[in-house]
């Protein structure tokens, strides 16, 4: 009889785990079953790849490129209006024809396509690659494919098909006035499938192009089922400030079952041996950090005395 009774209680689990729609672990239940990160390869076996994303980066195994060089931003001063949507599993934005990227050793020109973001539960770690282990709030992904291409799908089979940008964000003290009107959009979306028009550009949602001078770049793929091994990652350096009020809007969207929508991101990937490369701007932050820490520790031990 308990022999039996085991039985029928895995079954019962199995039939409650086994689903083909995937998600994040933050949505998994018996009420809504999916197929979480761990076993996404079952939705796509593309996910059990050896050049998958997001990593852990590990700074002091970067190796340093000249060739990394500024980027050249076109278009992402221009304002455009598109329709921000909640897709039941992110916030994403269509990006029109006209903003492009090129420099910092990509191949070609790379036209901006759209942007999602991944985020925790109101600026509780939310990232999806990490720094040192290191999780940040949110992360703002910018997806390109190259300018001979004319969709995303036509981009899936080239190994160097998509050019992402990522971008961390920190809390602040005080607002980002430049994310106003996309925060204000975001209200508009809470339910999944809902959708809003806002009037932005990307230079609202990124930093000044200046701070844009240290990143890391290494191959990688899709953070969603298919998870395509068919993006160059570009991950800068310098956080983008956000109030923590700012941060708590995100989790206030809701997933398809209407639950919140928090700890939308992907755990880290393994390397599986590839290497991330640093651009020289990124060795200068280090340098500088390392030594404002040593003048620190300098001026302490010079005013402590022992009587």
Known sequence: MTRLFLYYFLAL??????SEDWCYQSQMSCEQPCKGPVVWNEVNESCGGNRQSPINIVSKKTVQSSSLTEFRFTGYNEIFTSRLKNTGQTVSLDIPLGASVS??????????????????????????????GEQYPMELHIVHIKDTYISVEEALSDPKGQASLGFFFEESETENKEYSAFIEALAQVQDAESQADVLISLNN???????????????????????????????????????????????????KDGNPMVD??????????????????????AMINFTLVWLCVSTALSSYQIY
Request: glycine share 8%; proline share 6%.
């Open 264 to 285: 939308n991101f992907r755990p880290v990937q393994p390397r599986k041996g590839r290497v991330v490369y640093r651009s020289n701007s990124g060795t200068t932050v």
């Open 103 to 132: 420099g910092g050793n990509l191949s070609q020109t790379y036209n901006a396509v759209q942007l999602q973001f991944h985020w925790g539960n109101s600026g509780s770690p939310g990232s999806e690659h990490t720094i040192d």
């Open 13 to 18: 689990v199995l039939k409650c785990c086994v």
């Open 205 to 255: 949602l990124i930093l000044q192009q200046s701070k844009l001078k240290a990143y890391y770049r290494y191959e990688g793929s899709q953070t969603t089922p298919g998870c395509s091994e068919s993006v160059i990652w570009t991950v800068f350096m310098q956080p983008i400030p956000l109030s923590k009020d700012q941060l708590a809007v995100f989790s206030s969207l809701k997933f």
